[in-house]
């Protein structure tokens, strides 16, 4: 999976309750995002950052934040779970930030809100 | 406004014959155009792309075609196997003039169901 990981994999949680999802890359690129994918939606951008403490909206943020640390984590948080927030989440890296701009994509963390 | 649109939600082809998957742009500042593949339960995978300068674009059995006066573009895979049924998305990267942040837009998503 490229150095990609997510973590968790699965997650059911309760509206209201916070819920942060996690990913580590190994390969030390500069450029990450967090999409999420809905079924009729396709993949929808969150948040991305350009470096450590680096971060912007994308598309859908409304309810989201980021915290990026360290080079290798980006974090996603969810301050207060609602039910319009299940779905899965894919965390991406972009290795070259040239040309095609071809992402590496994790496999993903899917997650219910109750 | 969706700025890349895959029309057609699902296509079901016979095995060794062509799929033809379709994407329309409306945004003339995409200079890259790229196709991802996904299986149930794994993030999208890589498959081709396309520099908005070429008209084709080929790699194996997958060979994408672009329009550009049209804003269309489209994924051919001669011949289809069972093993290509999945989840088609088409994405758009605008480049750094293009205001992008190395991010990609993406379609809605085909899914392809080969048949043996």
């Known amino acids: 999976d490229a150095g990609i990981t997510q973590s968790p994999r699965h997650k059911v949680t309760e509206t209201g309750t916070p819920v942060t999802l996690r990913c580590h890359q190994t390969?030390?690129?500069?450029?990450m995002y967090w999409y999420r994918q809905d079924p009729g939606h396709g993949l929808r951008l969150i948040h991305y950052?350009?470096?450590?403490?680096?971060?912007d909206k994308g598309e859908v943020s409304d309810g989201y934040s980021v915290s990026r640390s360290k080079t290798e984590d980006f974090l996603l948080t969810l301050e207060s779970a609602t039910s319009s927030q299940t779905s899965v989440y894919f965390c991406?890296?972009?290795?070259?930030?040239?040309?095609?701009?071809?992402?590496?994509f994790g496999a993903g963390s899917r997650l219910t809100v109750l | 406004d969706q700025q890349v649109k895959q029309n057609s939600p699902s296509l079901s082809v016979q095995e060794g014959r062509i799929s033809i998957l379709n994407c329309d742009y409306t945004?003339?500042?995409?200079?890259?155009f790229l196709w991802y593949k996904k299986y149930p339960a794994e993030g999208p995978t890589f498959l081709i792309s396309?520099?908005?300068?070429?008209d084709k674009n080929e790699d194996g059995r997958f060979t994408v075609f672009l329009n550009k006066s049209a804003k269309h573009l489209s994924l051919h895979i001669v011949p289809s196997q069972p093993g290509d049924s999945a989840v088609y998305f088409c994405?758009?990267?605008?480049?750094?003039?293009?205001?992008?942040?190395?991010?990609?837009?993406f379609g809605k998503g085909t899914k392809l169901s080969v048949k043996p």
């Open positions: 991406a890296i972009n290795p070259t930030f040239s040309g095609a701009n071809v992402l590496t």
């Open positions: 994405a758009a990267s605008a480049g750094r003039y293009g205001g992008s942040q190395g991010n990609l837009i």
């Open positions: 945004n003339s500042m995409f200079d890259y």
């Open positions: 396309i520099s908005s300068i070429k």
């Open positions: 950052s350009y470096g450590v403490k680096d971060t």
């Open positions: 390969e030390n690129h500069r450029y």
